[in-house]
């Protein structure tokens, strides 16, 4: 018996500097659709399809409340750079080791 597999592509947002797509992208997929292998977790850095191996969590405190938090992922390559980015603006918050998909939540 063959089953078809309804695969799930994210373009990068243009000029969205500087990641190109969401750290996590759905929670649930709609029935009859597999995850593939475009969906393990990689690193939010814009053209970067790296493993993730860290959790950048943030908030802006002009739009969200104290306790609320973003994820993005990085690479061992761009951790410094996202967190940088996100440290100059005041929204960092924490970094922490990435250890599975399950570790962050999506927002």
Same mark, same amino acid.
């Given at each position: ?8 592509? !994210? ?5 969205? !500097? ?20 475009? +969906? +393990? ?44 980015? +996100?440290?100059?603006?005041? !929204? ?5 080791? !990435? ?9």
């Amino acid at each position: 018996m063959r089953t078809r597999v309804k695969r799930v592509t !994210f373009l990068s947002s243009p000029g969205d !500097f500087p990641r190109g797509r969401p750290a996590l992208y759905v929670s649930v997929l709609p029935y009859g659709w597999q995850v593939t292998d475009e +969906l +393990l977790p990689q690193c939010s850095a814009k053209g970067c399809r790296a493993s993730a191996g860290w959790m950048l969590r943030w908030n802006n405190p002009k739009l969200h409340a104290p306790e609320y938090r973003k994820t993005w992922l990085a690479c061992d390559d761009h951790r410094e750079h996202l967190s940088s980015f +996100l440290e100059m603006r005041g !929204f960092l918050r924490e970094v922490t080791p !990435f250890g599975a998909a399950t570790d962050a939540q999506i927002s």
